[in-house]
């Protein structure tokens, strides 16, 4: 197929070393005006053998032919990312939508009224030690499912993901996997970059009621907005998370360390959002929000 990946971070570069080993034609869409470039991949089974890939970028000839758009920039970029793009895109394009958080779609929709649009959540796990280095970190499913009806019956796109990097999984409803993940992710992302901590330190004594209110405040609004989950399940895959990525630093730890903007509004304050809209009080995911929020605008006045 041809593919062009939009975003080419740690998760972005991954998917397109690993849709590049299965033969498909990978371009990049990159911020600078290169026509090509070289990155270096560690497997998570040989993380010392460095095998490199190169890979042309920015050609609006092969974006004109792309039949498959992946987009792995942040929750907030992507409106002004995906722009430059439309003037050249088909519209039988397949457009993946993967990011931390919930709140896109509805722009998404907007920019892209004729395209198949479908989101994916991702618990892979890569890291980038140096801009063009990609080290391969951990396993983890892949949700991918339909949110407009010109999407409706490509699971084989779910397949075409799998083969490349496994498991992946087709999903009636994507917005189940979405929030199951938004849970995780106002656990472990507002806390982690407040205490400049990696995932494993949450397991301390010191964090314990703080998550148990997240999950209880995350529980309640997801069983307003239709979800079955309870507090206790929240907890339990939160604390799976904590364990199996204990010595990572979540996203949003990386990019307060490195005073960048953070996805918090798609993550704990559109939680908090969705809770005013059903009249339940959410203050802990509140307080991470606004705490998040201030931290932000100490470098981004
Ligand atoms: O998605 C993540 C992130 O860092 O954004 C988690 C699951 C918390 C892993 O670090």
Known sequence: MNITLLGAGAIGALWAIKLTQQRHNVQ???????TKATLHFNELTTPTTTNSYSFSCNSPD????????????????????????????????????MHNGIGTQSQIQQLLPHNPIIYATTSQAAFKPTPTTIQHTGLG?????????????????????????????????????????????????????????CNGDLARPCYQSQLDGICLEVAQVMTAEGFTTTQQQLRHQVDNVIKATASNYSSMNRDIFHHRLTEIDYINGYLVQQAQRHNIDTPINYQLWQAIKHMESLDHA
């Open 28 to 34: 990049l869409w990159t911020r600078n005006a290169e």
């Open 62 to 97: 092969d974006l004109a032919a792309c039949e498959l758009l992946i987009v792995t920039v942040k929750a907030f970029q992507v409106t002004t990312a995906l722009t430059p793009l439309l003037p050249y895109l088909n519209t039988d394009c397949v457009v993946v939508i």
């Open 141 to 197: 499913q892949t949700s991918l499912g339909a949110i407009n009806d010109y999407a409706q019956y490509l699971s084989h796109i779910a397949a075409l993901f799998g083969a490349a990097l496994a498991p992946t999984q087709w999903q009636a409803n994507i917005y189940q996997p979405l929030w199951q993940k938004l849970a995780i992710n106002c656990a472990i992302n507002p806390l982690t970059a407040i205490h400049q901590c």
